[in-house]
């Protein structure tokens, strides 16, 4: 009860100028030891969604909980409810000053495929202001950005501060909702930092104010009882693949749009971008165009978007003719702003199972869930925020939507509803999260971190 219900003065800002530059100069002389630390933290494995490196997700935990405690948070904890381990490190809010919670994940995705990675995945290696390795941006930069940031106020900042880095972020958070349950108190906090999203660019920094939803499902289409010589009964009996392939190609239409009907549309916040930036910034070959229609924002924030992301059928090198009796795809939907996720995944159980040919048979098994979310991006936290950003990047922070998907805010939401939620960035356009080369951009880590630093400060300080 204590830290979250504090009220908070108004007009927050710092005004000490030579305070200002100070903590400035603090966050980059810390830099250079936080780097040290990043770079133990990307030779970590943690692939939460791979069983095998179970063991790799435990010692980040342990190597995140013993850098916080070395960058002196009295209370530190790793905790987990039956999924990976999470770390929970606090410093309590001197009386009367708000507590500010910092969000990381200390898990990543898998590194795909080794040979297509420039250098080592889990090796931090540097190239042209870039420092390259699996989670090295996502989110590692995340857990280091809150590490400076703390150590610049040489762990006495003017608000109260609690670190909660996740494990399973990239697996869905399955055991969230246990963990918000059971460290209730703990985690409570006047205002949410998720520094887990992207910048608008390497020069202009990004609030991020809402996120789309995702729902899977794998689908699975059988047609026959076994494999057929497809010279003897090829026109006549039907091959699952080729049924199969024909329901997802009945998702969208020919321009690309989605094609169940339905599905929630929201309105995309006020940015250009131009058919150029797409084009550098997605790496879309020659010849190939966009698909959907209306703006980019919209598109890519505020409207429902279908991919194939996988489909498990016969290798091309083990193929002979032959009918193939059955084949499956997992299909990934984001979903707009508002739209409920459930009802989403429902529709395209629905669709899936309509746009069978053939009778062929089909069973639709239901994967992840995450509720999409859209942040009131105002008042005085927002202040707050836009102001350090600002201090920070020499330039004015812009409102930027996203299409990926953060499934534990809704969670946090709900826990926490008068908490104000701030999604940052350590992400810019060429980071490749997911993909092989990740990278982090160095000089918009050091921006994220000093816009941390300041952020505590502005969270604090009563401006006149
Ligand atoms: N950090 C990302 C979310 C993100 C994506 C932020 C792109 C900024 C730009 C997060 O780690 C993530 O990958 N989320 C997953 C959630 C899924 C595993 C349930 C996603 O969006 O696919
Ligand atoms: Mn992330
Ligand atoms: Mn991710």
């Not at 790793?78 to 919670?101: D, F, H, Q």
């Not at 499902?217 to 494999?227: F, K, M, P, S």
């Not at 953060?406 to 509803?417: C, D, K, L, S, T």
């Not at 350590?426 to 951009?441: F, G, K, M, N, R």
């Amino acid at each position: 009860m204590r830290a979250h219900v504090c009220t908070l003065a108004p007009g927050w800002g710092l005004t000490n100028l030579e305070a200002m530059s100070d903590l400035v100069a603090r966050v980059r002389e810390v830099l250079p030891s936080v780097r040290r630390d990043l770079d133990s933290l990307i030779r970590i494995e943690s692939v939460s969604a791979d069983p095998a490196r179970r063991s790799e997700v435990d010692r980040s935990a342990r190597v995140v909980a013993d850098l916080l405690s070395q960058a002196g948070f009295p209370d530190v904890r790793i905790v987990s409810e039956k999924g990976a381990p999470a770390v929970i490190a606090r410093y309590l809010a001197p009386p009367g000053a708000p507590t500010v919670l910092l969000y990381a994940h200390h898990d990543v995705q898998p590194e795909g495929d080794r040979r297509q990675w420039t250098s080592a995945p889990f090796e931090p290696t540097e190239r042209d202001g870039r420092l390259y390795g699996r989670g090295s941006a996502d989110d590692k930069a995340g857990i280091a950005t809150h590490l400076a940031a703390f150590r610049a106020h040489d762990g006495r900042p003017p608000v109260g501060v609690t670190v909660f880095v996740e494990g399973e972020e990239e697996s869905g958070s399955p055991s969230l909702g246990r963990l918000l349950t059971a460290h209730r108190e703990a985690l409570a906090a006047d205002v949410i930092v998720i520094a887990d999203s992207v910048n608008w660019s390497t020069e202009t920094p990004a609030l991020t104010v809402s996120l789309r939803g995702l729902a899977d499902c794998v689908v699975e289409v059988a047609t026959l009882d076994h494999g057929l010589h497809s010279g003897l009964w090829g026109g006549v009996a039907p091959d699952a693949l080729s049924a199969l392939v024909r329901m997802l190609a009945s998702l969208h239409d020919d321009d690309g749009n989605v094609a169940i009907p339905g599905l929630h549309e929201s309105t995309a916040p006020a940015v250009d971008y131009s058919p150029e930036q797409v084009r550098a910034e997605s790496g879309l070959l020659d010849g190939v165009s966009e698909i959907g229609s209306g703006s980019v924002t919209r598109r890519l924030w505020a409207k429902p978007a279908i991919t194939v992301i996988g489909l498990d059928t016969t290798p091309v090198a083990q193929a002979s003719n032959t009918l193939i009796p059955r084949a499956r795809a997992k299909v990934s939907m984001r979903v707009a702003p508002g739209g409920d996720a459930k009802a989403h995944l429902d529709a395209l159980r629905a669709h899936l199972e309509q746009h069978a040919p053939w009778g062929a048979q089909v069973k639709v098994i239901p994967g992840d869930i995450a509720q999409p979310y859209a942040v009131e991006a105002g008042g005085r936290v927002y202040d707050a925020a836009r102001a350090a950003l600002r201090q920070a990047w020499g330039t004015e922070p812009v409102d930027i939507g996203m299409g990926g998907s953060i499934p534990f805010i809704a969670e946090f939401v709900a826990a926490f509803p008068q908490a104000t939620i701030l999604i940052t960035g350590v992400e810019d356009p060429a980071t490749q999260a997911h993909s092989v080369d990740e990278s982090l951009h160095l000089g918009v880590w050091e921006r994220a971190a000093v816009a941390e630093a300041l952020l505590l400060a502005n969270l604090a300080a009563p401006s006149r």
